[in-house]
C-alpha cells in the first residue's frame, strides 16, 4: 500500500507570484523650494541638504541623486507635478 499525503490537495499547488506595489515616494513635503539669492536671482534650493540650483531642471536632477535607482521614477513624477 502506497503512503497517502498528509496534504490531499498537494498535487494541486498553485505557484504564489508577488507583483511588486507601485509605491509613492516617501517624502510628502516639498523637496525644493524657490528662493532669492542676495535678493538677486531666484534659486532653487534642495530641502534635504541644502544645495542650491539656478534652474528647476537643474534642482530636480540633483533631487534624483538623493534617490535609490527604484524610487527615482515616483520622485520624478512627484516633482514634475509640482509648481
Request: glycine fraction near 2%.
Amino acid at each position: 500500500m502506497t503512503k497517502k499525503d498528509e496534504n490531499p490537495d498537494s498535487e494541486f499547488v498553485t505557484p504564489y507570484v508577488t507583483i511588486p506595489s507601485k509605491k509613492e515616494p516617501k517624502p510628502s513635503k516639498k523637496l525644493f523650494v524657490v528662493t532669492q539669492w542676495s535678493g538677486v536671482k531666484e534659486v532653487f534650493k534642495c530641502e534635504q541638504c541644502g544645495e542650491f540650483r539656478d534652474t528647476k531642471d537643474l534642482i530636480i536632477e540633483h533631487i534624483l541623486t538623493h534617490y535609490p535607482d527604484q524610487e527615482q521614477y515616483a520622485v520624478l513624477e512627484q516633482l514634475l507635478k509640482e509648481k
